[in-house]
């Protein structure tokens, strides 16, 4: 099965920053989603995104679904500390299936 | 809307025993979905349902693995004999349909642990 390549593995910021992590793909997909997932829990939806080039923001959360269509990007603007967590990506193929990242483990210090 | 609901939440096993974990997806998803999650990692599809069809299932190790969902609604993974390596968090999740604008909800999960 594929597995996305997710960057940065971790990141340690201070409260405030911005945050930007990207996730790459050797296949095409034409669904890009962000999940985030906090400890004993399941992944909650962040951003979809379904069409290449498309710019989607939900709050202080920004997302491109890259031209190429084989990479993504999550911004996290003025990090708070229940930004804390970690961040993955998920890309849908052509077969309807859900593939994620290796995961973007995010600390925010107060 | 009600979420997606999993149980046990917790389950602790002996290697060679047997475990079952159960699905309620979303009120009307027709597509459901098991994941394995290894800690440290990202979410493994091991098996995808069209209603009670199966889709993909090429990453389910069959030799031990098994799940089915009868009449399109629940789901039930089912482990036997469970091996020390099976110890992850086992995901379900939903989707409304197959194809499409399409995402995943997912439940809390069932967390094993092999002994």
């Known amino acids: 099965g594929q597995q996305l390549n997710q960057s940065p593995q971790s990141m340690f910021i201070q409260e405030g920053e911005d945050v930007s992590m990207n996730c790459t793909s050797s296949s095409i997909f034409n669904t890009w989603l962000w999940y985030k997932q906090d400890p004993g829990e399941g992944p909650v939806l962040l951003i979809a995104?379904?069409?290449?080039?498309e710019l989607t923001s939900n709050g202080r959360l920004t997302a491109q679904f890259g031209i190429t269509r084989k990479d993504s990007f999550l911004n996290i603007s003025a990090s708070i500390p229940s930004d804390v967590g970690i961040y993955f990506c998920a890309g849908k193929n052509t077969g309807n299936q859900f593939y994620f990242g290796t995961g973007t483990s995010l600390t925010v210090i107060p | 809307e009600a979420g997606v609901a999993q149980s046990p939440r917790y389950k602790i096993i002996e290697k060679r025993q047997s475990v079952a974990f159960w699905c309620n997806p979303i009120?009307?998803?027709?597509?459901l979905y098991w994941y394995q999650q290894i800690l440290g990692q990202g979410p493994k599809l091991l098996i995808q349902?069209?209603?009670?069809?199966?889709?993909?299932d090429s990453q389910l190790p069959k030799d031990r693995f098994s799940a089915e969902r009868l009449k399109g609604v629940d789901s039930t993974l089912k482990i036997q004999p469970a091996k020390l390596e099976d110890s992850a968090v086992y995901l379900c999740?939903?989707?409304?349909?197959?194809?499409?604008?399409?995402?995943?909800?997912f439940g809390a999960g069932s967390r094993l642990t092999v002994l």
């Open positions: 349902f069209q209603n009670n069809g199966v889709v993909d």
């Open positions: 009120s009307g998803h027709a597509t």
């Open positions: 995104l379904y069409k290449a080039g």
């Open positions: 999740a939903s989707s409304p349909r197959l194809s499409g604008a399409n995402v995943l909800t």
